[in-house]
């Protein structure tokens, strides 16, 4: 206890001390003339022990002399000011506060001012190197942190420069661990099968290392799972910067940019390799050697509208977002949509509610449901266990008895935890849940902007397509023929929250072509991957495969429907422009009924366009046999792509966009600096001519003169969302010669190569192996006489100097072909692979039961 107070009593000694000083600094206390006795007038005076610099300096020494390490700061408001005398060569030295001398200046010589301003520097330059002498002790002291590490470079900071080797990482590392346990009581399988167990194992890391070797090599990594393309979940670059007279200029390893000084032989900024630049004096020389991640891509509009064309295979619907309400709107879908765009069913949905399941962890709008196939159809069920009412054909809660029998016979279903067992009797009955119905807990309603809604021919169009797990369950009301009809039930039927809501079933988690529900899901809508598609200038067509031409044509080569096109014959082209029924040979453009402009979604006015549709417009089964694509309908896309002979049907077309200043890029996330626009063969300049947004692909032009000029608009990008895991090589090399600051020669070569994914190549997939080189050169001068020479033109007066710029470019493409008597690189017709399937006898798999043979 004695020696904590001994300290405190040393330090508050020390502290006192040093306030007494600062208060004396620049004082002497003298005493006053005394007039006792002996007063002779005589002073005297207090001397100080440590030496103190006066804060207003009165003269050179005093301004020379160092600071005390117990000196006090000057007051902020007391500045010393030193101005220069050109008439005498000296320098005065002036105190002031504000803009009041508070002091008597005095000069100082040039030797003096130099003398001051170097013993000044010094203490400076020494002052910071002790901090950072201190700061590194401390540094030192400090805990060893892996994330955070420093330490000295020695030797390596001749070669990197200062700065020591310093790693630093930040991010973010969650790993989700569990077991998930799933039982499944299907008789099918065996006791030990129903039940699965297994580790379920979730990581997201969002991690940035930083490192750097002194001021010149530096390392850069990002990593993230959760990025939405691969390309952007690793990042990686190494760097190096040399100094000015450094014959390296830089070395990059890693995500890599190749630019070039020719607008003919452009480079890249999706690459992965390692670039270097030297200078050989007045020559700099970009070196690089990389695979590229991207591809080229082009896309051009002229008066300001953009032409896209598109293609579309006839198994390329869209899936798992369009659905028929009821078997009843299916059936009559044709019938309805015949004489477009009259609708003549007699239906209007006026109420409607959606169910899906709820993914999103939002329960603001969620109600337990359980949806059942059978609700609401009378002709088309899946069991008949429900009774149907011949009266009513049309969809309702009345058409057959499943909801009545649910209600008074299972009243324990409208308890969520209890669906199971309380539905378990129907079992006997063929009625089983995954499949008949379905049950969803806490199922999310979706907002009307979430979906469109035909009234009027009853089908359901989806924001966002379903995933395979997901349930579709609906209610709706609408009136048909005057009288009011309702299928399900509601959310202010039954207000009690936690009961749930029995409601109809378009999609259920098992996709089965064998049930009816399997139908409802609409199988002849197309999308053409456009928004807001205008009905000016859009053209489509369907097109057919002929095995005879080789080539698609808009016809089919048989004798009744030859004369036909087939937009005629899937009533596609019905009307012309007038909306008079005669068809023209266009595509009749109804909004909401063939197209969703908004979204640009193609809807053919029949069920099964390439199907039954087909099969009666040819009405003959022998020849409809080759042509008629029904696996399209009947079975999964997975089997119905193995009938490569039928799936010969194409969209093809083109379409304009409705705002002239955006052009789409059709791309997602494209890489930085990568767009380029021309206009009328002058290049554009970004942010001042035009913006891009990088991530949605979108180029806006903002120079409304380019626009109203009608000239056409090109632009060049490149596209790294889909690139291929085909390997493409990329070697460049850029020179420059500057001559001048006016004058600069330019030389680029560049080679590009692909390598085959498989060593047999098919027509119109063969590899790429250019080379391509060219030369530019730049003149840029301005002549002030010129300017002169026009100012003497009466009534001129010109002030900006004229300016003379030449530039010229030549590019060469040497396409690498391969040498004669060489099958490398070669593409295939046919090679006949598969042509021949052995079945072994011994495999009983391979086998079954053929039919009773039919005798003639």
């Known amino acids: 206890m004695e020696g904590i107070i001994h300290h405190i009593c040393r330090w508050a000694l020390i502290v006192a001390v040093c306030c007494v000083l600062g208060c004396m600094a620049g004082s002497v206390f003298a005493a006053e003339p005394g007039d006792g006795e002996g007063g002779d007038g005589a002073s005297d005076s207090l001397s100080l022990r440590f030496p103190v610099r006066p804060t207003v300096a009165p003269d050179y020494e005093s301004l020379a002399k160092d600071e005390f390490a117990l000196d006090l700061d000057t007051p902020s408001n007391v500045v010393t000011e030193v101005e220069y005398d050109p008439e005498s060569g000296c320098y005065i030295v002036r105190t002031k506060v504000g803009d009041w001398d508070i002091a008597t200046p005095f000069m100082l010589t040039p030797s003096q001012y ?44 001749r070669i990197f420069g200062p700065g020591g080797i ?21 008789p099918a399988l065996s006791l030990t099968s129903r039940r699965k167990t297994y580790f379920d194992f979730d990581q997201k890391i969002q991690a940035t290392v930083n490192a750097s070797v002194g001021d010149r090599l530096k390392f850069g990594m990002n990593y993230n799972t959760d990025a939405t393309f691969d390309f952007d979940s690793k990042n990686i670059k190494l760097q190096y910067d040399g100094t000015e007279d450094d014959i390296v200029k830089s070395i990059e390893a890693g995500n890599v940019s190749m630019t070039t000084g020719s607008s003919l032989i452009r480079g890249s900024t999706a690459l992965f390799g390692i670039k270097t630049q030297l200078q050989f004096g007045r020559l700099t020389a970009t070196a690089l050697v990389s695979q590229q991640n991207s591809e080229s891509r082009s896309v051009s509009t002229r008066g300001g509208v953009q032409t896209t064309p598109f293609t579309v295979n006839a198994d ?42 709820n993914k999103s962890g939002n329960y603001s709008q969620s109600r337990n449901i359980v949806a059942f196939m059978d609700l609401g159809e009378s002709k088309v069920l899946a069991s008949d ?63 009307p902007s979430e979906y469109t809604l035909n009234s009027t021919l009853g089908y359901l169009s989806l924001n966002v397509a379903l995933n395979a797990d997901e349930v579709l369950g609906v209610a709706y009301e609408y009136t048909y023929n005057g009288q009011v009809f309702q299928v399900g039930e509601f959310s202010s039927d039954i207000t009690v929250s936690d009961q749930s809501l029995y409601v109809k079933m378009l999609k259920s988690t098992t996709l089965d072509p064998h049930q009816p529900m399997w139908h409802l899901m609409m199988k002849n809508v197309y999308s ?29 080569p048989i004798a009744r429907l030859s004369h036909k096109p087939l937009l005629q014959v899937m009533n596609l082209d019905r009307l012309d422009a007038n909306e008079v029924s005669n068809p023209d040979g266009l595509f009749d453009f109804i909004d909401g009924y063939t197209i969703l402009p908004s979204t640009g979604k193609v809807i053919f006015p029949v069920v099964e366009p390439f199907g039954k549709h087909l099969a009666r417009a040819i009405d003959n089964p022998v020849i409809a046999e080759r042509y008629v694509y029904q696996e399209l309908y009947d079975s999964t896309l997975v089997v119905a792509r193995q009938f490569a002979d039928k799936n010969k049907f194409i969209l093809t077309g083109e379409y304009q966009a409705s705002n002239g ?19 009328g063969g002058v290049r554009l300049v970004e942010n ?49 010669y500057r001559f001048s600051n006016d004058f600069n020669l330019g030389a680029t070569v560049m080679h590009f190569s692909e390598k085959a994914l498989t060593e047999k190549v098919n027509i119109g997939d063969e590899i790429i192996n250019n080379t391509i080189w060219g030369l530019n050169l730049s003149y840029n001068k301005q002549f002030f006489w010129l300017t002169n020479l026009i100012n003497k033109i009466p009534t001129v007066n010109a002030v900006q100097p004229s300016t003379l710029n030449v530039q010229a470019e030549f590019a060469h493409l040497v396409p690498r072909g391969q040498k004669s008597g060489s099958n490398k690189g070669s593409s295939y017709v046919d090679d006949f692979e598969s042509t021949q399937t052995g079945i072994d006898l011994r495999s009983p798999y391979a086998w079954n039961l053929a039919s009773t043979p039919y005798q003639a």
């Open 316 to 357: 390329e619907y869209d899936a798992n977002r369009h659905y028929f309400l009821g078997h009843f709107f299916r059936d009559n879908y044709d019938e309805f949509a015949s004489r477009l765009p009259l609708v003549s069913s007699g239906v209007k949905i006026t109420r409607i509610e959606v169910w899906i399941t």
């Open 114 to 157: 130099y003398d001051i301003d170097m013993r000044h520097s010094m203490q400076r330059y020494f002052n910071r190197r002790n901090s950072m002498t201190e700061g590194r002790s401390v540094k030192e002291r400090e805990p060893f942190n892996v994330l955070d590490m420093s330490f000295a470079s020695g030797p390596l900071e």
């Open 661 to 679: 200043a955006q052009i789409r890029l059709n791309a997602m996330n494209v890489p930085r600096g990568s767009v380029v626009v021309m206009a």
């Open 166 to 186: 310093q790693l630093r990482t930040r991010g973010t590392v969650l790993i989700s661990t569990g077991i998930k346990s799933t039982k499944t009581d299907n």
């Open 528 to 556: 053409l991957g456009a928004y807001q598609v205008e009905p000016s200038n859009f053209k489509l067509n369907i097109k057919y495969l002929s095995d005879t031409t080789g080539t698609p044509i808009n016809y089919l």
């Open 688 to 736: 001042s001519d035009y913006t891009v947004d990088y991530s949605m692909g979108i180029v806006t032009i903002t120079n409304q003169s380019i626009i109203d000029s009608g000239q056409s608009i090109s632009v060049t990008l490149e596209n790294q969302s889909l690139f291929s895991t085909q390997r493409k090589t990329l070697l460049g090399l850029d020179l420059n």
């Open 385 to 447: 266990y429900w009774r149907p009412d011949p009266a009513i054909s049309n969809p309702s809660n009345r058409s057959n008895n499943l909801l009545t029998v649910i209600k008074d016979e299972y009243p324990d279903a409208r308890n969520i935890n209890m669906v199971t067992q309380a539905l378990a009797p129907l079992q006997a009955f063929g009625i089983e849940g995954g499949r008949e119905f379905e049950k969803v807990e806490s199922a999310r309603l979706l907002q």
